[in-house]
């Protein structure tokens, strides 16, 4: 990983430092797990999930991403998905489309850095 | 036993890889999917295991099936499991502390904290296994010590009773009244004791009390021995003084006993005591020596009591022939040769066949 792609990251909400010290700083497995991270289906299987009102499927989902994000340093994402989470759990859906959307865009925006590693 | 494996159990790659790559320089790594792979894996490895690490919310299911199955399975006691979860509430924590398991790991986790807490627990429960094995070791112990101590006391029980059989020898061969008294004695005392101990609860006899009144009985009248000869054996009625004389044989027989208290368990002692010295008090309290009434007096006693009465009935002495054993059973129920307790009276009726029949075996032994 480049410093251009490092710092995209950084201002992305990723905090990388964390995320390679849980790695035993090994940076290649960190670009590994954030490469297998663009196949982890939890993100629209949650939206999914919300869209057919299957709640307790979108908790379950939005659980796992949320262990996922945080193992990965993802802090914005885990932080936007951890309101969903609780939403989901207390099954109160009142303003959950708006939370829905942060994580939307969270998830969105790391993808994007993400696709340009190589 | 060497535990070097960990099994990491989490439902996806990427989570199981972090936590192999944390462990991968001090463990050797185990990685399950699900439930099934997990104690698949744990069934083949049970003993190379150290711990687990196990995923809450695995796809499909939580993780309480895998903590169910070490627990019914016994492993849970040797393996510590670590739940991993991103999961925040007290609730989660409840459960799974609840349903065995040993620590809570919450994601996103620290290495530094995950590598401790891991180890903290191995730790643990290496000693624990450890203490385990020790207890075993210190059990097996014991209970050899046990079985020798047993011996010992086995052994003791043994010289006591060769002693208790050498004086009964030699009180038959000096003392004409003793003849042929004490196998004929104790198998008396052990019908009519054994009718007790199943009749009579209350007196809390065992087998083994049965057994050693049975052996002690006959050496009720050891006391006879410091009784001077021209009393003991003399041909006609006593006088009053010399019946007197006569009846301190009981306690002089617990003079003698003393002397053996050695070679006795401190119960047996007890018997032998009891035996010499009240076997002729009388239910009634007109006994000697002491005039005992009821169950005051010992119930070893009041067994070896109408037993001696019997014997004697049966025997002849230079004072009186011998009666025949129909006329003996009837003369103690009439209360003509002592007074026994009701309960003792209702066994030596429910012996009288027995007793009998050990009698003719006995004459036709040595006819």
């Given at each position: 990983m480049n410093q251009e792609i490092k710092a995209a990251l950084k201002a992305a909400g990723v905090n990388i430092e964390e995320a390679l010290s849980r790695l035993m700083n090994n940076e290649v497995l960190l670009k590994r797990l954030l490469l297998k991270f663009k196949e982890d289906k939890n993100f629209t299987e949650l939206e999914q999930a919300v869209l057919e009102k299957r709640?307790?499927?979108?908790?379950?989902?939005?659980?796992?991403?949320?262990?996922?994000?945080?193992?990965?340093?993802?802090?914005?994402?885990?932080n936007a998905d951890i309101a969903v989470v609780e939403k989901l759990r207390c099954q109160n859906f009142e303003g959950?489309?708006?939370?829905l959307k942060k994580v939307r865009e969270a998830y969105t925006q790391v993808m994007e850095i993400i696709e340009r590693i190589e | 036993m060497n535990r070097h494996k960990i099994l990491v159990v989490d439902d996806l790659g990427s989570n199981r890889l972090i936590l192999t790559e944390i462990f991968r320089s001090d463990y050797q790594t185990l990685e399950a999917s699900d439930t099934k792979e997990a104690l698949k894996i744990m069934e083949n490895n049970y003993?190379?295991?150290?711990?687990?690490?196990?995923?809450?919310?695995?796809?499909?299911?939580?993780?309480?099936?895998?903590?169910?199955?070490?627990?019914?399975?016994?492993?849970?006691d040797h393996i510590p499991t670590l739940v991993v979860t991103a999961e925040q509430s007290v609730e989660t924590e409840r459960i799974c502390i609840g349903l065995g398991a040993a620590d809570m790991i919450r994601k996103p986790f620290d290495r530094d904290v995950v590598k401790k807490r891991v180890d903290n627990n191995i730790t643990l429960y290496q000693h624990k296994n450890h203490m385990e094995e020790k207890v075993q070791e210190q059990n097996q112990l014991l209970r050899k010590q046990y079985a020798v101590l047993?011996?010992?006391?086995?052994k003791l029980k043994k010289?006591?009773?060769?002693?208790i059989d050498i004086v009964c020898n030699i009180l038959e061969h000096y003392y004409p009244e003793f003849d042929g008294n004490t196998k004929t004695v104790r198998q008396l005392t052990?019908?009519?004791?054994?009718?007790?101990?199943?009749?009579?609860?209350?007196y809390r006899l065992k087998d083994e009390d049965v057994e050693v009144i049975a052996e002690l009985s006959s050496l009720r009248d050891i006391g006879k021995l410091l009784i001077s000869d021209h009393v003991l054996f003399k041909p006609a009625k006593l006088t009053k003084e010399e019946n007197e004389y006569m009846k301190s044989h009981t306690s002089k027989g617990c003079e003698i006993m003393k002397m053996m208290k050695g070679i006795q368990t401190p119960e047996d002692?007890?018997?032998?005591?009891?035996?010499?010295?009240?076997?002729?008090?009388?239910?009634?309290?007109?006994?000697?020596p002491e005039g005992l009434k009821g169950d005051e007096i010992p119930i070893s006693a009041q067994i070896v009591?109408?037993?001696?009465?019997?014997?004697?009935?049966?025997?002849?002495?230079?004072?009186?022939?011998?009666?025949?054993?129909?006329?003996?059973?009837?003369m103690i129920l009439g209360g003509e040769c002592g007074i026994f307790s009701p309960k003792i009276m209702e066994c030596f009726r429910m012996s009288r066949k027995e007793i009998e029949t050990i009698e003719e075996k006995e004459s036709e032994r040595t006819e």
């Open positions: 709640y307790e499927d979108a908790f379950h989902c939005a659980h796992t991403l949320k262990g996922v994000a945080g193992n990965l340093g993802l802090e914005k994402l885990m959950l489309e708006e939370e | 003993s190379e295991i150290a711990a687990v690490l196990l995923d809450w919310h695995l796809s499909g299911e939580d993780g309480s099936k895998v903590l169910e199955v070490m627990r019914k399975k016994g492993w849970m047993k011996a010992q006391s086995e010289s006591s009773q060769q002693m052990k019908i009519i004791g054994q009718k007790v101990q199943v009749h009579y609860p209350e002692y007890k018997k032998s005591m009891e035996i010499c010295r009240y076997h002729h008090e009388r239910y009634d309290g007109r006994g000697y009591s109408v037993v001696d009465a019997y014997h004697a009935l049966i025997s002849e002495r230079i004072y009186k022939r011998s009666y025949s054993k129909e006329e003996a059973y009837y």
